[in-house]
């Protein structure tokens, strides 16, 4: 099962990446919802190992959205986890 605990300021963050993201990815998932967004987010970040929040939503685009597409593309909804050996540029290796 899923972990969808987030501290406020892991919600803030989140929030402001799906926020900046969603305009593309519609582009390329049309279905898609802000919320989807949300929730693809903070399960790679607890199902994988965290993320550097902070650091993703204040990246150049190209480093931004390439962690976005990547877990559009990868993940697995049931669990969370990443698959295809995808590692998002933002995550934490010290804490995998």
């Given at each position: 099962?899923?972990?969808?605990?987030?501290?406020?300021?892991e919600e803030v963050l989140v929030g402001k990446i799906?926020?900046?993201?969603?305009?593309?990815?519609?582009?390329?998932?049309?279905?898609?919802?802000?919320?989807?967004?949300?929730?693809?987010?903070?399960?790679?970040?607890?199902?994988?190992?965290?993320?550097?929040?902070e650091d993703w939503l204040n990246a150049d685009d190209?480093?931004?959205?390439?962690d976005i597409f990547g877990i559009m593309r990868h993940?697995?909804?049931?669990?969370?986890?990443?698959?295809?050996?995808?590692?998002?540029?933002?995550?934490?290796?010290?804490?995998?």
């Open positions: 099962m899923i972990n969808w605990d987030l501290s406020l300021e799906a926020e900046k993201a969603i305009k593309q990815v519609k582009l390329i998932y049309p279905k898609i919802s802000k919320l989807d967004l949300i929730m693809n987010i903070v399960a790679v970040h607890n199902e994988n190992g965290k993320l550097r929040l190209q480093n931004f959205f390439h993940i697995d909804k049931e669990t969370g986890k990443l698959k295809n050996f995808f590692e998002p540029r933002f995550t934490d290796y010290e804490i995998l």
